[in-house]
């Protein structure tokens, strides 16, 4: 598994959709991932440390799994198939360790609140990790023979083919707009 971070939550001026960019921690790779508006409010106001007036949907889960007497331990993003991703949270019950099959939004939105470790698959990275140019912020095909990959890792064209909304998405971001709400 590969620890990642949240880089930022974007969205597209052209259909407004959301996007969490996942980072990886140790390397300069990205996962993009759908998401929709209400996640990616609650992960944004979480990072940013708003307080909203009511508590959301994942600030409730959190007081349900602390009642419960649980804890959460870290989310994965386990599995891409067929253009949708998977994730698990990881949670020690009673001692017990146990896996809650999740949304990869809800997963980081809950990971986000309780400061618990986010993890990907190596599987999914192959899948539909990014690389991004430093200068220009748009997002470039990875070349072959990549430090650390295996040979047998390379994402065949079809697979970039079904990633290539992602790679269209944040080519066409205006990222100096971005950083100008961040201060």
Do not use: C
Request: glycine share 4%.
């Amino acid at each position: 598994m590969i620890e990642m971070s949240v880089d930022s939550i974007r969205v597209s001026m052209m259909n407004y959709q959301r996007l969490v960019l996942l980072k990886e921690k140790t390397a300069a790779r990205f996962l993009p991932i759908w998401i929709g508006q209400s996640e990616a409010e609650a992960i944004a106001i979480k990072l940013q440390g708003a307080v909203p007036q009511r508590p959301f949907t994942h600030d409730l889960l959190v007081s349900i799994i602390e009642a419960l007497g649980a804890s959460v331990n870290s989310i994965v993003v386990s599995d891409l198939k067929n253009d949708t991703f998977y994730a698990k949270i990881l949670l020690s019950v009673d001692g017990e360790q146990m896996e809650v099959d999740s949304r990869p939004s809800d997963a980081i939105a809950l990971a986000v609140r309780v400061d618990v470790p986010i993890y990907a698959e190596e599987v999914v990275m192959e899948k539909a990790g990014i690389l991004l140019d430093k200068e220009n912020g748009k997002p470039f095909a990875p070349p072959d023979g990549v430090p650390g990959k295996e040979a047998d890792t390379k994402v065949n064209d079809s697979e970039l083919k079904k990633m290539s909304a992602f790679y269209d998405f944040i080519s066409k971001l205006d990222l100096e707009d971005f950083d100008k709400r961040k201060s």
